[in-house]
Every structure is written in C-alpha cells, then in structure tokens.
C-alpha cells in the first residue's frame, strides 16, 4: 500500500492489479491454480481490473454462436471462482475500445524481431498451419495495450505469460525514449511460487491448456465430480512407486503432487510426509476427492449464474463503463504525446 500526498490531503492510494483470460475453451485446473486462484486472493488489497480476452480468442477462428455463448460462461466462471464484481472491476475486452485504440499506437513502435521472438506465436502458428494470421503475430501488441491503459502495477499471471509480460516493460521503454516518460507505468509480472506452470495430465512435458482437443488432458473447473474423478485417476505417471517429488524423473507424480499442495494448502514435504508406504494410487483417490470438493461449489454458483444472463448482462456493462473511466484517460494522454488532434 502507498501514500501519496494528493491535492494537500493524504490518500490512501491502492496499487493496481490488471489480468485476464482468453476466452477459448473452459478455465482449467491450470489457470485456476497459476492465475485466478491467486486474483481472488488479492481483491481485497488492491484496486483490480479482471477481463475477458474476447478479441485474443479470434486470433483462432471461433464460431460466431460459441464465442458469444462462452463469454456469459468465461464470465460466470470469474464470478463462480470468487471474483467479487463490487470488490474488482470485471469486464470484456471488446466492451471497451480504447484497447484496440491503445494497440495501434503500441504496434507502430514494436519491432517485427520482437515479436518473431515470441514463443507463444513460433507454437501457436505451428499449430494453426493454415491460418497464421497477422493478429497471431500481433497479440502480444495487444496484451501490452490491455496492460497499459489502466496503469497496472502487477500482472499475476502464470509462467507461459513471462515472455509477454517482458514485451510489455519493452514496449513502455520505446514509448518513453520516443515520446515522454511518465505516461505508461512500468508492470511488474506477478508469478506465484507455486503451481505457475500446472502440466497436461496425460502427457506432463506440456503445460496444461483449455483448447486441448483431448479433453483427458485437462480438468475443467466446470466439469462434474465423475468426470473430474476419471481425469485425475487415469493421469499418466511413471512406474514407480515412492511418492517424492522429482519433477524430471516423475513428472506426471510431481505435477500431481503440485496440484495437491495448491488446493490442500499443504507443503510438499507435509504431502511426501502423508503419503510413506503408499502407492500413486492413493494420491490419485485423495487428489480426486479433494479437487472435486473444491470445484462442486464452483460448479453449483456457475449453474445459477448461467441461468441468469440478465444479471449477467448488467454486470458485464457496469463493468465495462468502470474499466473505460479509466482506460479514456490513458488513451487520451497518449493520443496527445504522440501528436494527435484532441
Ligand atoms: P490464458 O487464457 O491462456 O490463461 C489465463 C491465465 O492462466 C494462466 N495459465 C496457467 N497457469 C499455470 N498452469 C497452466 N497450465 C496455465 N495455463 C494458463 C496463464 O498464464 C494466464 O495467466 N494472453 C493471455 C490473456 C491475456 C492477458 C492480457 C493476461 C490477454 N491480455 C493482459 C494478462 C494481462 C492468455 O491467453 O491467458
């Protein structure tokens, strides 16, 4: 928390949080457990700003019909996961167009040799051979903008971010050496210690990802207890037989083993301690168990929330009008630096 002297009277000035999530597929384990676990729990000390990335998603062609369907769902899946709308500014990206505004600005200062660095783009155009499409190539640009607009202090996200996040101080560092310094704030990535990069549960070399074709790879936070209790029983592990945390050897074990201690809130010594003498199997039923009671009453609040697309709607437009109070004000700031008629 700061204090800063403002207009001769002494505020309490909170820092300001920014993340989101590309609207593809459902949310994961993995983004629960890398990023909105940790976005609920800082709702209460700072000023947050939480979005959907609806414009992210095309980026990948979306069915018009199940975009606009998963946008209620990504949204009630914020608020089912704990994400307080009076406590946090939550809104959809598309809502606010000073994003795209910001982006062009940001995309005309970036190098190509940038972007042609980027992992997430060298992946995803392999991937998606017949559509590598220049907003592919773009979207780290528009993630920096997303950031920007509202002056965020931290960004918490999961390890697969870092690259992007690294851009963004990049891109603020063009900014400032080209125009002036002190319009965009410098971002800080917000990491956690634990579960920033939760593995594919059938094959633990890769990061778990909710557009996985195989939906064996992945535990939804929507999904049903059978279901969750099926994924987590038939994860890959190796042969062994010693529960000990060995993240090169016994990868599949150990991301278990990760994902336990997230959810319980137990260290990994206190899980190996728990589990001498017993086999993979108990850790798979215990594990079961324990994520199916952390995801039924997320799953009981979505299905309400889902019934009520009303509520949703208001909330998404209030939301919105909040988060552009904010971001009118970077743009315009920026729309004057760079020699713009305002
Ligand atoms: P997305 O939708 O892929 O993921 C949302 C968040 O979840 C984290 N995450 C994971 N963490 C741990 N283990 C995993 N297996 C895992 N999979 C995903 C991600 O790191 C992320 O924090 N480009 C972003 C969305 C975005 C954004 C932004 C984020 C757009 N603009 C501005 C922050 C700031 C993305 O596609 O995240």
Not at 277 to 306: C, F, N
């Amino acid at each position: 928390m700061i204090w800063r002297f403002n207009f001769g009277i002494l505020t309490d000035m909170k820092k300001t949080i920014l993340s989101g999530s590309t609207v593809t597929g459902d949310l994961t384990l993995g983004n629960y457990i890398g990023a909105i676990n940790n976005w609920a729990k800082l709702q209460d000390e700072y000023e947050c700003f939480y979005f959907l990335a609806d414009l992210h998603a095309l980026t990948v062609y979306q069915d018009p019909a199940i975009l606009r369907e998963r946008t209620y769902s990504f949204f009630a899946q914020y608020l089912a996961l704990g994400l307080d709308p009076k406590k946090n500014v939550i809104f959809v990206q598309s809502h606010v167009p000073e994003h795209t505004q910001l982006m062009w600005i940001l995309t005309c200062l970036t190098p190509m040799g940038y972007l042609n660095r980027m992992t997430q783009f060298k992946e995803k155009s392999e991937k998606h051979v017949k559509n590598i499409n220049a907003g592919l190539f773009t979207y780290p640009v528009l993630m920096a903008a997303d950031i920007l607009l509202y002056q965020a202090d931290m960004v918490p996200v999961g390890e697969d971010q870092r690259q992007h996040l690294e851009l963004c101080r990049d891109i603020v560092g063009f900014f400032d050496n080209k125009y002036s310094e002190g319009i965009l704030k410098m971002p800080d990535a917000y990491i956690g210690k634990m579960g920033a990069r939760i593995m594919s549960l059938q094959d633990p070399t890769k990061k778990m990802s909710k557009s996985d074709e195989n939906d064996k790879n992945f535990v939804s936070i929507i999904d049903d207890a059978k279901k969750i209790e099926k994924k987590i029983k038939s994860a890959a592990t190796d042969s062994g037989t010693e529960i000990k945390f060995d993240a090169e050897n016994k990868a599949g074990l150990s991301n278990l083993m990760t994902i336990y201690s997230v959810l319980s809130g137990k260290s990994i010594q206190q899980i190996e301690q728990d589990f001498v003498g017993k086999m993979y199997g108990h850790l798979k039923v215990d594990l079961a168990e324990l994520t199916v009671q952390t995801l039924s009453p997320v799953k009981a609040k979505y299905d309400d929330l889902m019934k009520n697309k009303d509520y949703l709607d208001q909330l998404m437009k209030s939301g919105a009008d909040r988060a552009q109070v904010r971001a009118a004000v970077t743009l315009d700031k920026v729309y004057k630096a760079v020699g713009l008629h305002r």
